[in-house]
């Protein structure tokens, strides 16, 4: 008994930082709070699209290996919430969960239907400096960002003092959005609906 109190005392702290700020609902909501409608439509990804999706990341699905867990397996599916106003498409976001030091950290991020960033959150972390990614200071820098921004700590993204693991996971993250979206719906000459 004394060695699980002593356990607890040392090893307790690590177990129980895991945050939650956003439920899905609330992250939709706030990422579109003009719309009228949100679908969800789930899209499943052939290899094709995962290997093309992977290069444009250098070869990653995850930024860094989950903790403890080997390499993180590629989605099958992803699913895509497309915001509507008045009958036409205003948006599109995506939740996207990147391992981190000490855990997930998972994101919604929100493109306009050209792929530009428009909006983002930080849904939930598990870092134990994660709380300053999800302040606006951090995560504007990502708004306007496309496919075409470096999206690296230090060229175009500064990171959070203490937390640079975390930080560069979040410009992974953005970016494998951005590149999940155009991807499934916005290769070739016709825009997939």
Do not use: C
Request: net charge positive; aromatic share 10%.
């Amino acid at each position: 008994m004394q060695r699980l109190i002593a356990w607890l005392v040392l090893f307790g702290p690590l177990l129980a930082f895991g945050t939650v700020l956003l439920t899905q609902e609330q992250a939709i909501k706030q990422m579109f709070p003009d719309a009228d409608e949100v679908k969800r439509v789930s899209q499943f990804l052939t290899a094709d699209q995962v290997a093309g999706v992977k290069q444009v990341l250098d070869g990653k699905w995850t930024l860094y290996p989950p903790t403890g867990k080997g390499v993180a397996a590629e989605h099958d599916s992803v699913t895509f919430f497309f915001a509507g106003k008045q009958g036409q498409q205003t948006g599109v976001a995506l939740i996207e969960s990147q391992p981190g030091k000490w855990g997930q950290t998972t994101y919604v991020i929100a493109l306009d239907p050209d792929g530009k960033v428009t909006n983002l959150a930080v849904m939930s972390y598990a870092e134990q400096h994660g709380r300053p990614i999800a302040t606006r200071r951090f995560l504007s820098q990502f708004i306007g960002k496309t496919s075409k921004s470096p999206l690296q700590i230090g060229k175009d993204v500064d990171a959070v003092s203490g937390a640079t693991i975390v930080s560069r996971a979040t410009a992974f993250a953005v970016k494998k959005v951005i590149v999940l979206y155009e991807t499934v719906y916005l290769t070739g000459t016709e825009r997939k609906e």
